[in-house]
């Protein structure tokens, strides 16, 4: 069975600074990977989504990430944080034809933006 | 906006009580997912369904029942509710595409008082 590891519960930085989150995921092949997000209130949105080709995937609002097969990892990357970037950021992995199965959910991390 | 609809959005109760959450997925996705989020343990997946049909099943409590109907909405009923069942309950959906991409509502907050 997938799963998915953030390590870092709540992340602060400064807003124009550049932004990682970390996401190390567990599975016994290629998986499918996603990055969503959750502002205060509201559902989990899509940022981006790798399932094969390029190991680096453009997302939505400036968000890239990079699949890294020997590191099982799919960290998320952003240049220049803006304030509007507050958030919860989950991490989430599942298993390729597989009849969409349900993804399985790292804890999140929760990024603070300071001026 | 994701296309998936959620109600209520906040729902207060007392303990021992039951209420229905409803969920209707995109136009055209089959599939519908509830997935319950707490502080503690994060986004957990409960169960899904597939044109009607329970497809996968995870830590969903026996106090807990869903269901999805022929128009495809679905359903979850939670009953002798107990006060660590505060939580926001997700109702997802997906298309045929088989990526496992998911579109999530809002949400229903859930307090049990």
């Known amino acids: 069975a997938q799963s998915v590891t953030q390590p870092d519960i709540h992340i602060t930085v400064s807003e124009g600074a550049s932004l990682e989150l970390r996401c190390n995921y567990s599975?016994?092949?290629?998986?499918?990977l996603f990055w969503y997000v959750q502002s205060p209130g509201q559902g989990l949105q899509l940022l981006l989504k790798?399932?094969?080709?390029?190991?680096l995937v453009q997302g939505i609002k400036g968000f890239e990430a990079e699949f890294k097969r020997s590191q099982s990892s799919f960290n998320l990357r952003k240049p220049s944080v803006h304030w509007s970037d507050a958030a919860e950021y989950f991490c989430?992995?599942?298993?390729?034809?597989?009849?969409?199965?349900?993804?399985?959910f790292g804890k999140g991390t929760r990024l603070s933006v300071i001026a | 906006d994701s296309g998936v609809t959620q109600t209520p959005k906040h729902l207060i109760t007392a303990t021992g009580q039951r209420v229905t959450l409803r969920c209707s997925p995109r136009?055209?996705?089959?599939?519908v997912y509830w997935y319950q989020q707490s502080l503690d343990q994060g986004l957990q997946f409960l169960i899904q369904?597939?044109?009607?049909?329970?497809?996968a099943k995870g830590n969903i409590l026996e106090r807990f029942s869903a269901q999805q109907f022929p128009d495809l909405h679905s359903e979850l009923n939670l009953s002798s509710l107990e006060l660590g069942d505060s939580a926001l309950y997700f109702c997802?959906?997906?298309?045929?595409?088989?990526?496992?991409?998911?579109?999530f509502g809002e949400g229903s907050r859930l307090t049990v008082l």
């Open positions: 369904y597939y044109n009607g049909e329970e497809r």
């Open positions: 599975y016994g092949a290629t998986p499918y």
């Open positions: 989430a992995v599942g298993a390729p034809n597989s009849g969409n199965t349900p993804l399985v």
């Open positions: 790798y399932f094969s080709g390029d190991t």
């Open positions: 997802a959906s997906s298309s045929q595409s088989n990526t496992g991409e998911l579109f």
């Open positions: 136009s055209g996705d089959l599939s």
